[in-house]
């Protein structure tokens, strides 16, 4: 069974510019969150989905952030205009269940804004 | 909002030693997992807790949820290089989402 993946694996783009970051989660699971890592920090949560749903988007900084999941498959994250601060490893994860499941994270895409 | 504080950040070892990292929250946890991330890598699973008291072992790892399900903590016996990595509980939230402790990273000295 294939893992959740995440592409690219890394994004370096100058202060102002856009980035798109791409999960496909398992396959058949219906739950689909973002997750951000900043500089060796803890991991915080940004948004949750159930099929093409957000189902809670509580950890999303601010607008300059938005979260897709069309027909429910992969989901996209972009940055527009991206900020120092965004900077990071952003994970990607996915889960059967809502409650008492393990969350399968995918390889994370590491983002550097300059 | 729900936070959980972990402790050690970090922690350098010499093979064969012990470690023992520890998460508290101040409110009753539903639950709480624990996940490794190695060095460059990502989350891996490890274990689920649920119920108050509970003790959970995987070979050198062992894990424990406290009486009061606040506080819970991994334990690893004899470590060994292959330990080596970031360890973080994280409490699972009533929406599914995952809150992470700030993580124990493990350097293990051969």
């Known amino acids: 069974e294939a893992g959740v993946t995440q592409f690219p694996s890394h994004s370096v783009i100058e202060k102002g510019q856009t980035v798109t970051l791409r999960c496909d989660p398992i396959?058949?699971?219906?739950?689909l969150y973002w997750y951000r890592r900043v500089m060796g920090k803890e991991i915080k949560f940004l948004l949750h989905?159930?099929?093409?749903?957000?189902?809670?988007e509580s950890g999303m900084p601010n607008n300059r952030f938005l979260a897709e999941r069309t027909g429910g498959t992969y989901s996209t994250l972009k940055v527009q205009p991206a900020e120092l601060e965004d900077s990071g490893v952003y994970f990607c994860?996915?889960?059967?269940?809502?409650?008492?499941?393990?969350?399968?994270f995918g390889p994370g895409t590491r983002l550097t804004v300059l | 909002g729900q936070q959980v504080m972990q402790i050690p950040q970090y922690q350098h070892v010499q093979e064969g030693e012990d470690f023992t990292t520890y998460c508290n929250s101040s409110?009753?946890?539903?639950?709480i997992q624990w996940y490794k991330q190695r060095p460059g890598g990502h989350p891996v699973f490890l274990i689920q807790?649920?119920?108050?008291?509970e003790v959970k072992k995987q070979k050198r790892l062992t894990f424990q949820f406290g009486e009061a399900k606040k506080n819970s903590s991994l334990h690893i016996t004899a470590t060994q290089t292959t330990d080596v990595g970031t360890y973080f509980c994280?409490?699972?939230?009533?929406?599914?989402?995952?809150?992470f402790g700030q993580g124990t990273t493990l350097q293990v000295k051969p």
């Open positions: 807790l649920v119920k108050s008291g």
């Open positions: 409110t009753t946890l539903s639950n």
């Open positions: 989905f159930v099929k093409e749903s957000k189902q809670d």
């Open positions: 396959s058949g699971h219906d739950n």
């Open positions: 994280a409490a699972l939230s009533n929406t599914g989402k995952l809150i």
């Open positions: 994860a996915s889960s059967q269940g809502l409650y008492y499941n393990e969350q399968f």
